[in-house]
């Protein structure tokens, strides 16, 4: 799994049998970097430039090599061969999120070399998760709630899983396991790029930085007048929206060139905080806990802005119901791949707004 951040690839290897302890067992996790200069293609492919389909398809291939390495660290890490895994769930890396838009059908892109990570690795690969929902009418996103409600949810009480990635999306479980979720907003993306422009740190680790600063009311009240934050669900959003424009726009708007660059990370962190509350206030009323996963779950201030907000809700990361916040997405990405071998449906129309449940991904067999 690659997500929104680009802070590099989490691979997990998943055992899906279940036990009398667990649902599942990850045997393995694995970070794996990714090149400088991929990054920067990749965050440049995010928007309209010259020779798009060339280097696109360039940067797919690059990205297989990365994540076939972190294959082979996974394989090296556990008592498990190549022989033995069923299949690979490859995600790829979206750079293009416009789903119902222009023709009525519109598209989510993810820059993926299936076929070369097949190859390389000898292992089936599954990819393509999002275009069959896109096609049946659907935001094609998030995917995960699904994942939430297989790993976490059927307790018999309501609870809500919140994703701080790039984007943070929110699954809704209620007492009788009927589940909603959405993308709130950003959550990461618009917090390390204004981290890494101010201080050359790739994110602010913990959210030290930003807690020095002082939160802005009238730059968050400029940001949080953004149409996206009031629309219902389904709704799914990316770099498409929040990006830095966006951010440029709202500083000139609150004329914040009177603040300090501390303060406007705080607000960055409050304007997050404040529209994941929201969005748990209006569609997870009844939760009886919010879990917490995905890299944003270790930004302290961030956490602390949560849980100041949602008082008296508990605010617990997902390491404490079995599965450590970074491994969340990709074990999601895992099941998603399980769902297809078993040519399960893993969409829910409820979230994602599709005519119905649909097969997602596509095969390609190592042989
Ligand atoms: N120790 C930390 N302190 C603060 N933020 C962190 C920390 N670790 C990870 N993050 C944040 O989480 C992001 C990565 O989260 P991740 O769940 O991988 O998102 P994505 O799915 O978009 O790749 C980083 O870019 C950073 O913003
Ligand atoms: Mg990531």
Request: net charge negative; hydrophobic share 45%; glycine share 10%.
């Amino acid at each position: 799994m690659s997500g929104t951040s680009l802070d590099g690839i989490d691979g997990v290897l998943v055992d899906f049998t279940p036990t009398a302890e667990a649902r599942l067992r990850v045997l393995a996790h694995r970070h794996g970097p990714l090149p400088a200069a991929l990054k920067a293609e990749l965050l440049a492919l995010n928007r309209s430039s010259a020779d798009e389909i060339h280097r696109g398809a360039l940067a797919a291939n690059a990205l297989a090599r990365s994540y076939a390495d972190v294959v082979a660290a996974l394989l090296a890490a556990a008592p498990v061969s190549a022989g033995e895994v069923v299949a690979i769930g490859c995600h790829g890396q979206t750079v293009r999120h416009r789903p119902g838009e222009f023709d009525g059908v519109g598209y989510s892109i993810q820059l993926n070399a299936p076929a070369l990570l097949a190859e390389w690795t000898g292992i089936d690969v599954v990819a393509d998760f999002r275009s069959r929902d896109v096609a049946a009418g659907g935001q094609g996103a998030p995917l995960v709630p699904a994942f939430h409600q297989a790993a976490f949810g059927d307790t018999g009480r309501a609870l809500a899983v919140l994703n701080l990635g790039g984007i943070a999306n929110l699954t809704s479980i209620d007492a009788g396991g009927r589940v909603v979720g959405f993308d709130s907003g950003p959550a990461n993306a618009l917090l390390d790029l204004w981290c890494a422009e101010s201080t050359g740190a790739s994110f602010d680790a913990a959210g030290t930085w930003a807690a020095t600063g002082a939160m802005d009311a009238r730059l968050l009240a400029s940001m949080s007048d953004e149409p996206y934050f009031a629309l219902p669900a389904p709704k799914s959003t990316g770099r498409d929206l929040f990006h830095r424009s966006w951010l440029d726009r709202h500083l000139q708007l609150a004329d914040a060139g009177r603040l300090r660059a501390e303060d406007i990370q705080a607000t960055l962190a409050e304007l997050t905080a404040s529209t994941c509350a929201a969005a748990v206030r209006r569609d997870a009323a009844g939760a009886a806990e919010l879990i917490v996963c995905g890299g944003g779950s270790r930004n302290d201030d961030l956490m602390a802005r949560l849980r100041r907000r949602l008082a008296p809700l508990p605010v617990v990361d997902s390491d404490e119901r079995g599965l450590p916040a970074e491994q969340v997405e990709a074990a999601a990405f895992a099941w998603l791949a399980r769902q297809f071998t078993d040519r399960q449906p893993a969409s829910l129309p409820t979230v994602t707004g599709a005519a119905g449940a649909r097969v997602l991904g596509a095969l390609y067999p190592a042989r």
